[in-house]
């Protein structure tokens, strides 16, 4: 009876054991399913993101800025005698040049167009030029090697690159940010660096601001690479990335 009994205990816990072990491998499996969709899903959107950026440049560079020129020169072919319309021409002129001038600066924020011409470095020292604001932060940009990238690397690395400098001004109260990239057989590091007053990585990510870190993370994913962020509290942030180069 005692047996018995030992035998029904053995194979109700072996049960309970298999039942227990099934739902937490169930769990795990849903979780990383999970995790796998919310990646695919802001990737996606990330790409499709970047594409609309870049049709709507393209609209602004080659249709919508030649159409203002066109206007321009127009009303600035008029004749007029009386002083007033000369004013009002003169005025008009001024907004179609301030409206160009905005145009222009919209485009290059949805598509620099230094990464088509001089590259991914270049066009980095040319986007902290377009900020002017230096007094607040002093960007370096150093490489040990020459970097030559498949344009569509350029594109989500010039991202990457543009997020982290505007969470660095926004949010890190930091004098100074160092960017280094560097080649590695066949990767890109890519380094970056500041003086500021830090963070804690998962609150962040619970809060907001996770906004902006998984967009970094969704853009490294496209290109097949790593991140690694380290920081804390009064020590300052570390951007650590690496990318096959393809």
Do not use: C, W
């Amino acid at each position: 009876m005692e047996d018995r009994i030992f035998y029904i205990t053995v194979f109700l816990s072996s049960l309970l054991a298999v039942i227990i072990a099934f739902f937490i491998t169930s769990i795990i499996r849903y979780h990383r399913r999970y995790v796998r969709m919310q990646r695919e899903r802001i990737t996606a959107e990330v790409r499709l993101l970047e594409n609309e950026r870049k049709r709507i440049a393209s609209d602004l560079h080659d249709s919508l800025g030649p159409l203002l020129s066109s206007v321009k020169l127009s009303i600035s072919s008029v004749e007029v005698n009386d002083p007033r319309d000369q004013q009002i021409i003169q005025k008009s002129s001024r907004h179609i040049d301030e409206i160009i001038t905005s145009m222009r600066q919209i485009s290059y924020d949805l598509l620099p167009t230094a990464l088509e011409r001089k590259g991914l470095v270049e066009a980095i020292k040319e986007f902290i030029r377009h900020l002017g604001r230096e007094e607040e932060l002093e960007v370096r940009v150093y490489t040990m090697n020459p970097i030559a990238l498949h344009p569509e690397q350029d594109i989500h690395l010039f991202r990457i690159l543009q997020e982290i400098i505007h969470n660095t001004l926004k949010h890190a109260n930091a004098s100074r940010l160092d960017i280094g990239l560097r080649k590695e057989n066949d990767e890109l590091l890519l380094l970056v660096q500041d003086n500021g007053q830090g963070f804690s990585v998962e609150k962040a990510r619970e809060h907001s601001r996770g906004l902006g870190l998984k967009s970094l993370e969704a853009r490294t994913d496209i290109l097949g690479g790593t991140i690694t962020i380290r920081s804390a509290v009064g020590e300052g942030t570390r951007y650590y990335i690496r990318v096959p180069r393809r």
